[in-house]
């Protein structure tokens, strides 16, 4: 099976200390799983842990380690999974750049109990830590010598490694286990999207995975099957981040005014015709104790938010206004552009378009929720955000009950809605391109699709 990834080639990275792209996250999850994992459909089964129990009213995790080695024989033990998830983490004395440890802060002290359990204490309960633990993000990577506990090895590495199913002690046919299939191997390439797409388009591929709104429009210039073609329920931010205080945007009402202005369904629309709009931050209630706030203006006519609007820039007295937009290269980033630009045109703002690495005053956030918190999508919005907003968020997180933390997060959606720290402008745009053999490849909300997960001749 050869997959196409889109983005650079893939590697084993710790996380801690540098992004993971979509074929490097795949590489990991493969190869270096986490002590849980996604299944096809999104849900969760054991990794490196072939069980586990909660106890305490959810304050504490107890995970069995499976019999497994790092693929060199050498066998895992407690001592090492506990290491490995602490440098992830990060603590008082090690910084982790993972982007999950902000969201791991509950977790109190992780113990080795016996050679093969451990167990993970909680400051505060958090009934969506398995959704955390099973990103590759998370996934057990030793560093030196480099390797996962699969549940693929690489059988050989360079540019676009091959994959091979890894031996599985637990499994029933240990013998037929140890014969290599070459139909169960799996090439993993990263590549541009264009590339990619050419790939399958050829039949040479059987997966492109890892798609967004940036390449979305490249498919229309192919005559691909529909059948080939899958979108994600994908949750999660799609919007733009108000980056810079100062000037007109150092204003609520001014930053209201810039986010009213946007015309959302002609942009989701100029992009792909099925695409959604959004207009608020959290997608629903989740465990916010109260509904998602809206924005006062949601229900005025997009004429009537316009003309709101211009009189806001109207009534500016320092001088032109002008903002910069950081986004992405690629096409579905310059059809996104050409409608926020318009929209700020016609209230008298002049747009320029800058690199996501450049000094700006918005800048894209475009990203799938790693579980269903509504703490997640608050504390992502909030790049910059007021002094009020930042302490709601601060106290959603230090909630010491579910019930607590339910209510201290409605008032930091209400501290963000009154903030406009975030312009929402959809939900995240996650596609695939599908043969028609993978008849285990599953749309779902996490937009994530295992390696082992996409055939039903193989585990």
């Not at 016996?114 to 990103?135: M, N, Y």
Request: glycine share 6%; net charge neutral.
């Amino acid at each position: 099976m050869i997959v196409s990834a889109i983005g650079a080639a893939p590697r084993l990275a710790d996380a801690s200390r540098v992004a993971l792209d979509t074929p490097t996250r795949l590489m990991m999850d493969a190869t270096a799983q986490g002590l849980v994992r996604f299944d096809a459909a999104g849900q969760i089964e054991p990794g490196l842990a072939e069980r586990w129990i909660v106890i305490d009213g959810g304050m504490s995790y107890i995970f069995r380690l499976r019999e497994g080695d790092w693929g060199d024989g050498t066998p895992v033990t407690a001592e090492q999974v506990v290491a490995m998830l602490e440098r992830q983490i990060g603590s008082a004395n090690r910084v982790s750049h993972n982007p999950l440890a902000p969201f791991l802060t509950a977790i109190d002290e992780i113990v080795v109990m016996t050679p093969q359990v451990i167990e993970v204490r909680l400051s505060r309960p958090r009934p969506d830590l398995l959704k955390l633990f099973a990103q590759p993000e998370l996934a057990l990577l030793r560093l030196r010598p480099t390797g996962g506990t699969g549940p693929f090895r690489v059988a050989r590495r360079g540019r676009a490694p091959l994959l091979r199913p890894a031996f599985d002690p637990g499994q029933a046919d240990p013998d037929d286990q140890r014969e290599a299939r070459p139909e169960e191997d799996v090439r993993l390439i990263g590549e541009r999207a264009a590339r990619a797409i050419a790939r399958f388009a050829n039949r040479d591929s059987d997966l492109v995975s890892g798609g967004s709104f940036v390449d979305w429009p490249l498919l229309a210039t192919t005559d691909m099957a529909p059948a080939n073609i899958r979108v994600d329920p994908a949750v999660g931010l799609f919007g733009l981040a108000i980056v810079r205080r100062e000037g007109f945007l150092a204003d609520a009402a001014n930053r209201a005014a810039v986010s009213s202005a946007i015309d959302r369904t002609a942009l989701t629309t100029a992009i792909a015709t099925a695409w959604d709009p959004a207009d608020r931050i959290l997608p629903d209630i989740l465990d916010s104790a109260a509904l998602p706030q809206v924005p006062a203006w949601s229900l005025l006519t997009q004429d009537e938010r316009r003309s709101a609007a211009r009189q806001r820039v109207t009534a500016w007295t320092e001088g032109p206004i002008a903002v910069r937009i950081g986004l992405p290269d690629g096409p579905g980033a310059t059809l996104l552009y050409a409608q926020v630009a318009a929209s700020l045109i016609a209230i008298g703002i002049t747009p320029t378009r800058v690199g996501m690495e450049d000094a700006a005053d918005l800048k894209l956030v475009d990203a799938v929720a790693p579980y269903d918190s509504a703490r997640w999508y608050l504390a992502t919005a909030c790049v910059v955000c007021g002094e009020a907003a930042q302490n709601a968020l601060d106290a959603a997180r230090e909630a010491p009950t579910l019930a607590e933390r339910g209510v201290r997060i409605a008032a930091a959606d209400a501290a963000m809605n009154e903030d406009v720290a975030f312009i929402p402008l959809a939900r995240p745009l996650r596609w695939s391109l599908v043969a028609a053999r993978l008849r285990q490849w599953q749309p779902n909300t996490r937009a994530w699709h295992p390696l082992n997960r996409l055939r039903t001749d193989t585990n």
